[in-house]
C-alpha cells in the first residue's frame, strides 16, 4: 500500500482472509446468486446454493465439536450474546430456563461492551440483575473469588474465554463446573478464543459459545451462536418471520382474527429472512482452511511467536503492556496490548502511535489499533484513565520479522517522542 509493506497486527479486530475465502464468496455471487431451496420445490441454483450452505453448517459444526443443529448463522459474536439474553428473558421462555424478575446474570467487569451491555438492557428493561464480578488488578478471574461471589439464583453467567485487551484466557472449564454445580447455564464469549485454538463445545460441557468468523479467516459479518440443543429446543425466537416458521394461519379469535404461526426447531427458528449466503459459504471455506492447516498448528504458531513478541516487548524503554507481563502458554492469547512513555516519561497517545506507525516507518506501514477496544471498565480498572492503548495482535500468517519491525519502530518511535498525551483529552475513541 503507497509502495509500503504491511505489516498487519489487527487480527484481534478481523483476520486476514485466504484466496479460499474470498474465492467461495465470489463464487457464491458470479455463479450462483441465488436463494437456496430444495430442488423439488425450486431450481437448480437454489439447490447448489442449498447444498453449500447446509455443508458450511456441517464443517462449522464439527469444527467446534457440535451437533449441526446447535449451529445458528449470526452476524457476529454481538448478535450471538444479544440473542441469548434476549430469548432466555422472553415470557415465552419455560420456567425451567428462564430469566426473570429477581433472578441474576453474572458476568466480569472485563468483558467486552459486547458482553456486557445486553445484560445491562436485561436489567433496564426486565428486572434481571447483573451482578458484576471485579476482576483481579492484572485482569485475572480467581475462581474461589468467583465462586464465592455467586449470588442465589443466578440463572446464567456469561464470560469471555479470552480478554481482547490483556489477552488473558480464562479458566473456562473450571468456570463451567462452578457454574453447573450452582445450576446455572454459562455463556462464553469465543471471539477472541476460537480463531485461535481447537475447540470442543461438547468436551468442555458449554450451554452457548458466540464467535466471530472474520476474526477466524471468514468473511465480515459473519459468527456463530453454539447452544445445546436441548436448551435451544425450548427457547423461543427472538426475531421472527420467514424462515423462522414452517406454518402460518390467521384464524378468527377475541377480538377478531389472530396469526398463529408453527415455528421451526432450531437452528433455523433463530434465522430469521433470508441469510447472508455468501458470508456462510465463505465462513464454510475459512473452516476448510483453519482445518487444513490444523488448529493444534495454529496454536503451536502463535504460541512461540506471542512469547516472542511479549518477551522483546519486555525490553523496550517506555512500553508498558497491560495485564500479564510474561507470557505462558495457554494462559495468554495471541495478543499483547501497551503504552508507551516518551523520554520525558509522559505517555504517547496511542492513536499518535497508530498513525506514527502507518505513517513513519521506512518501507513499512505496521497496522495496529489503538483505542479502548470496547472495554472501558476493564481499561478503568486497570488504572488507564485514558482509556486507550496500542494493541498488536497475532495470527497465523505473522512472523518473526513482523514482530521486530514493531519493537524497531517502537524503539525509534520513543526516541523521536512522537507526541505525549494531552492531559486534557476528553474522550478516547474506541
Ligand atoms: C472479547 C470480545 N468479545 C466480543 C467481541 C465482539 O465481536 P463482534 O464485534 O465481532 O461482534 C469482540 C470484538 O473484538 C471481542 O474481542
Given at each position: 500500500?503507497?509502495?509500503?509493506?504491511?505489516?498487519?497486527?489487527?487480527?484481534?479486530?478481523?483476520?486476514?482472509?485466504?484466496?479460499?475465502?474470498?474465492?467461495?464468496?465470489?463464487?457464491?455471487?458470479?455463479?450462483?446468486?441465488?436463494?437456496?431451496?430444495?430442488?423439488?420445490?425450486?431450481?437448480?441454483?437454489?439447490?447448489?446454493?442449498?447444498?453449500?450452505?447446509?455443508?458450511?453448517?456441517?464443517?462449522?459444526?464439527?469444527?467446534?465439536?457440535?451437533?449441526?443443529?446447535?449451529?445458528?448463522?449470526?452476524?457476529?459474536?454481538?448478535?450471538?450474546?444479544?440473542?441469548?439474553?434476549?430469548?432466555?428473558?422472553?415470557?415465552?421462555?419455560?420456567?425451567?430456563?428462564?430469566?426473570?424478575?429477581?433472578?441474576?446474570?453474572?458476568?466480569?467487569?472485563?468483558?467486552?461492551?459486547?458482553?456486557?451491555?445486553?445484560?445491562?438492557?436485561?436489567?433496564?428493561?426486565?428486572?434481571?440483575?447483573?451482578?458484576?464480578?471485579?476482576?483481579?488488578?492484572?485482569?485475572?478471574?480467581?475462581?474461589?473469588?468467583?465462586?464465592?461471589?455467586?449470588?442465589?439464583?443466578?440463572?446464567?453467567?456469561?464470560?469471555?474465554?479470552?480478554?481482547?485487551?490483556?489477552?488473558?484466557?480464562?479458566?473456562?472449564?473450571?468456570?463451567?463446573?462452578?457454574?453447573?454445580?450452582?445450576?446455572?447455564?454459562?455463556?462464553?464469549?469465543?471471539?477472541?478464543?476460537?480463531?485461535?485454538?481447537?475447540?470442543?463445545?461438547?468436551?468442555?460441557?458449554?450451554?452457548?459459545?458466540?464467535?466471530s468468523v472474520h476474526k477466524m479467516c471468514g468473511p465480515s459479518g459473519t459468527g456463530v451462536?453454539?447452544?445445546?440443543?436441548?436448551?435451544?429446543?425450548?427457547?423461543?425466537?427472538?426475531?421472527?418471520?420467514?424462515?423462522?416458521?414452517?406454518?402460518?394461519?390467521?384464524?378468527?379469535?377475541?377480538?377478531?382474527?389472530?396469526?398463529?404461526?408453527?415455528?421451526?426447531?432450531?437452528?433455523?427458528?433463530?434465522?430469521?429472512?433470508?441469510?447472508?449466503?455468501?458470508?456462510?459459504?465463505?465462513?464454510?471455506?475459512?473452516?476448510?482452511?483453519?482445518?487444513?492447516?490444523?488448529?493444534?498448528?495454529?496454536e503451536r504458531h502463535e504460541d512461540g511467536l506471542t512469547g516472542y513478541m511479549m518477551s522483546?516487548?519486555?525490553?523496550?524503554?517506555?512500553?508498558?503492556?497491560?495485564?500479564?507481563?510474561?507470557?505462558?502458554?495457554?494462559?495468554?492469547?495471541?495478543?499483547?496490548?501497551?503504552?508507551?512513555?516518551g523520554k520525558e516519561g509522559k505517555l504517547i497517545e496511542s492513536d499518535r502511535i497508530a498513525?506514527?506507525?502507518?505513517?513513519?516507518?521506512?518501507?513499512?506501514?505496521?497496522?495496529?489499533?489503538?483505542?479502548?477496544?470496547?472495554?472501558?471498565?476493564?481499561?478503568?480498572?486497570?488504572?488507564?484513565?485514558?482509556?486507550?492503548?496500542?494493541?498488536?495482535?497475532?495470527?497465523?500468517?505473522?512472523?518473526?520479522?513482523?514482530?521486530?519491525?514493531?519493537?524497531?519502530?517502537?524503539?525509534?518511535?520513543?526516541?523521536?517522542?512522537?507526541?505525549?498525551?494531552?492531559?486534557?483529552?476528553?474522550?478516547?475513541?474506541?
Amino acid at each position: 500500500m503507497d509502495g509500503k509493506k504491511l505489516v498487519y497486527l489487527d487480527s484481534a479486530c478481523q483476520s486476514l482472509r485466504p484466496r479460499q475465502v474470498a474465492d467461495a464468496i465470489g463464487g457464491y455471487y458470479s455463479d450462483l446468486g441465488s436463494c437456496t431451496g430444495l430442488l423439488a420445490s425450486s431450481n437448480a441454483l437454489a439447490a447448489r446454493t442449498q447444498s453449500l450452505v447446509s455443508e458450511a453448517r456441517v464443517k462449522m459444526a464439527r469444527f467446534i465439536g457440535a451437533d449441526e443443529s446447535e449451529v445458528i448463522w449470526q452476524p457476529n459474536t454481538t448478535y450471538g450474546m444479544n440473542l441469548v439474553a434476549m430469548s432466555l428473558s422472553s415470557r415465552y421462555c419455560p420456567p425451567g430456563i428462564r430469566m426473570a424478575k429477581g433472578d441474576n446474570v453474572v458476568t466480569t467487569d472485563a468483558e467486552h461492551h459486547s458482553g456486557l451491555l445486553p445484560f445491562w438492557k436485561l436489567e433496564q428493561e426486565k428486572g434481571v440483575r447483573h451482578r458484576i464480578f471485579p476482576v483481579g488488578s492484572g485482569g485475572e478471574i480467581d475462581l474461589q473469588k468467583f465462586q464465592d461471589f455467586l449470588p442465589r439464583r443466578t440463572r446464567l453467567i456469561s464470560v469471555a474465554w479470552a480478554s481482547n485487551v490483556t489477552g488473558i484466557i480464562n479458566p473456562v472449564e473450571g468456570l463451567v463446573k462452578i457454574a453447573h454445580d450452582n445450576g446455572s447455564m454459562v455463556l462464553v464469549d469465543g471471539a477472541q478464543y476460537a480463531p485461535h485454538h481447537p475447540v470442543d463445545v461438547g468436551a468442555l460441557k458449554m450451554d452457548f459459545l458466540a464467535l466471530s468468523v472474520h476474526k477466524m479467516c471468514g468473511p465480515s459479518g459473519t459468527g456463530v451462536l453454539f447452544g445445546v440443543r436441548e436448551l435451544l429446543e425450548e427457547m423461543p425466537a427472538v426475531m421472527v418471520g420467514g424462515e423462522t416458521v414452517d406454518d402460518v394461519s390467521i384464524a378468527d379469535g377475541p377480538g377478531g382474527p389472530k396469526v398463529s404461526p408453527r415455528f421451526r426447531g432450531p437452528p433455523e427458528r433463530f434465522e430469521p429472512g433470508l441469510q447472508n449466503f455468501a458470508g456462510i459459504i465463505g465462513a464454510g471455506a475459512a473452516v476448510d482452511y483453519l482445518s487444513k492447516v490444523g488448529m493444534e498448528a495454529v496454536e503451536r504458531h502463535e504460541d512461540g511467536l506471542t512469547g516472542y513478541m511479549m518477551s522483546r516487548l519486555a525490553d523496550v524503554p517506555g512500553v508498558e503492556v497491560v495485564g500479564p507481563q510474561a507470557y505462558e502458554a495457554g494462559k495468554h492469547a495471541a495478543l499483547a496490548s501497551f503504552r508507551v512513555r516518551g523520554k520525558e516519561g509522559k505517555l504517547i497517545e496511542s492513536d499518535r502511535i497508530a498513525r506514527w506507525m502507518d505513517e513513519g516507518v521506512p518501507g513499512h506501514k505496521i497496522l495496529l489499533r489503538s483505542g479502548g477496544h470496547e472495554a472501558h471498565p476493564l481499561l478503568r480498572r486497570l488504572g488507564i484513565p485514558e482509556l486507550s492503548t496500542s494493541r498488536a495482535s497475532l495470527y497465523l500468517y505473522n512472523e518473526e520479522a513482523d514482530v521486530r519491525l514493531l519493537i524497531e519502530a517502537l524503539t525509534k518511535l520513543r526516541q523521536l517522542d512522537v507526541g505525549t498525551k494531552n492531559p486534557g483529552s476528553p474522550r478516547a475513541p474506541n
